[in-house]
């Protein structure tokens, strides 16, 4: 989706909420009950099964906010087609919308043609991946523990996380045979982000990444994201082709 302001598009630093606020708002009353109270149940979890981009276009930071002063785009995908449909109906047959505070206009809504899907493959993340755990400390209060690219659980626990989402949306069990892996291919310390959503401190990373394994898992981390809090704003992947003057 493409949009633009009547003025300047002005939000806080950290936006997710925002724009999580601004879907809910764009998808039908049913279906932004089920997604948003229900969500889609494996075992004590819920997945809302979709999740977006940051906001892309020219920008500059103003007293704190973020500013556009011209068109900016923001990307959503969902393997569940019903939110995907009643998202894009809203949005073009309101034309006018509203993020935050700022009225904005809808430009265009695009389709991108993915095609298709290789066992191995560079991606690039659109929104940041978060990966954690929940631990105790000695004194048993509760403490969340956000790994990096560089840890092994961090593959470890996307694959777990992709299998859960796979045995939803198929609502059935996974492949035993199935496989994944995920390798930071360029990716340093300052892809490494800090994002407040409301009052929760998220770490989270960008970059490029090297994904490995079957075609079917590697579909779905396109369709609901990669990693946790998808539906917040984490996790989007796009396929990235290597310049031939980088990553030497």
């Keep these: 989706m493409e949009s ?15 724009i999580q606020g601004f879907i ?43 500013v556009f002063k011209e068109k900016c785009t923001l990307w959503i995908a969902s393997p ?4 995907l449909e009643s998202f894009a109906c809203s949005l073009a047959r309101k034309g006018k919308i509203k993020i935050g505070n700022n009225d904005c206009h809808v430009m265009s809504i695009e389709v991108p043609f ?5 066992e191995e493959l560079l991606v690039r993340v659109l929104s940041p991946i978060t990966v954690y755990s929940t631990l105790f400390t000695k004194d048993k209060k509760k403490k969340t523990y956000y790994y990096s690219p560089f840890e092994d659980n961090f593959s470890k626990l996307l694959k777990e996380n992709l299998f859960k989402k796979y045995v939803l949306v198929n609502k059935g069990e996974h492949d035993s045979k ?13 892809n490494e982000h800090i994002i407040f959503y409301k009052e929760t401190v998220i770490k989270a990373w960008s970059g490029i990444y090297r ?26 992947i796009e396929k990235w082709n290597r310049p031939s003057s980088s990553l030497s």
């Design 80 to 83: 569940i087609t019903e939110i």
């Design 114 to 118: 993915i095609g298709d899907y290789n």
């Design 24 to 66: 809910y708002r764009n998808l039908s009353k049913a279906i932004a009950t089920k997604v948003h109270d229900q969500g889609y149940k494996y075992g004590k979890r819920e997945f809302r099964l979709f999740t977006f981009s940051r906001l892309f276009g020219r920008f500059e930071f103003q007293d704190g906010n973020i």
């Design 178 to 190: 199935f496989d994944f892996s995920i390798r930071p291919e360029k990716v340093s310390k300052k």
């Design 4 to 18: 633009y302001s009547s003025k300047t598009l002005i939000l806080p630093k950290h936006y997710n909420y925002l």
């Design 211 to 236: 994904l490995k394994g079957s075609i079917e898992l590697i579909k779905l981390a396109f369709d609901c994201g990669l990693g946790a809090k998808n539906s917040q704003g984490f996790g989007m």
